[in-house]
């Protein structure tokens, strides 16, 4: 994940992010690997971002970063339809909204020519008061741009692995390797909520801890995940 920020003492580079469930995981199966999740902060390069971190008090400098792409675009002049657009998310703009905020007011072709548009504001955007990156910054960012975390468990490795809210089991499997999702056939589940009652996945399993999900299942944040599968 890269995180473009505006106006924060934040040194460009990567951070790993340990939650509690990540910790916990180290601890229970003290592994030969432990891969926690890392984002990387990149500057003020705001195109290749995910999303934007920015200094609070300094709002309307942010959000005039696209009101002069506005602007600019409507000098060039564009079609009714587009200009009809621009000139609504000027006005949030100019209330120092955040357009992420303020999907829901825009139609699915509206968040498109707003998505192609680049707009710093559109991708997820976190005001922050502070330039220090600690877990709780990285925690709401990833709240902020609806990015959960599962993972994977045992004694070679604990690894954290991020995904889309709302994504299923299959596109989860696919995020540690195309083959699992391609031959996906079922998955075990254990929560993070149930780490203090077994040792081991085969203690889980006997505790009845585990569930055995198909397809349709939707990741959960959290999930311990083991994929069966067949290619």
Avoid at 6 to 20: A, H, N, S, T, V
Avoid at 113 to 136: C, I, T
Avoid at 149 to 175: C, M, N, P, Q, Y
Wanted: with cysteine; aromatic share 10%.
């Amino acid at each position: 994940m890269k995180i473009a920020n505006f106006g924060l003492d934040i040194q460009p580079g990567k951070y790993k992010y340990r939650c509690e469930c990540f910790d916990k995981l180290v601890e229970k199966f003290a592994p030969a690997k432990v891969t926690p999740f890392t984002v990387e902060f990149i500057g003020d390069e705001y195109e290749k971002a995910d999303s934007v971190v920015f200094d609070e008090t300094r709002r309307f400098d942010f959000v005039f970063l696209d009101l002069e792409k506005i602007e600019k675009r409507l000098e060039r002049g564009c079609e009714d339809k587009e200009k009809s657009l621009l000139i609504r998310a000027q006005k949030l703009l100019e209330e120092e909204k955040l357009l992420c905020d303020l999907k829901e007011e825009f139609s699915e072709e509206e968040r498109t020519l707003l998505r192609n548009l680049s707009f710093v504001s559109y991708k997820p955007s976190l005001a922050a008061q502070s330039g220090e990156v600690d877990k709780e910054l990285i925690r709401k960012i990833l709240e902020k741009a609806e990015i959960i975390l599962f993972f994977t468990a045992g004694k070679k490795e604990v690894h954290a692995w991020d995904v889309k809210a709302g994504s299923s089991i299959v596109e989860a499997a696919g995020r540690i390797h195309s083959d699992l999702a391609r031959g996906f056939i079922k998955a075990e589940i254990a929560t993070c909520g149930g780490l203090d009652s077994f040792y081991n996945m085969a203690e889980a399993r006997a505790k009845g801890l585990v569930t055995l999900v198909g397809k349709e299942y939707f990741i959960q944040a959290g999930d311990i995940i083991e994929v069966k599968f067949n290619v």
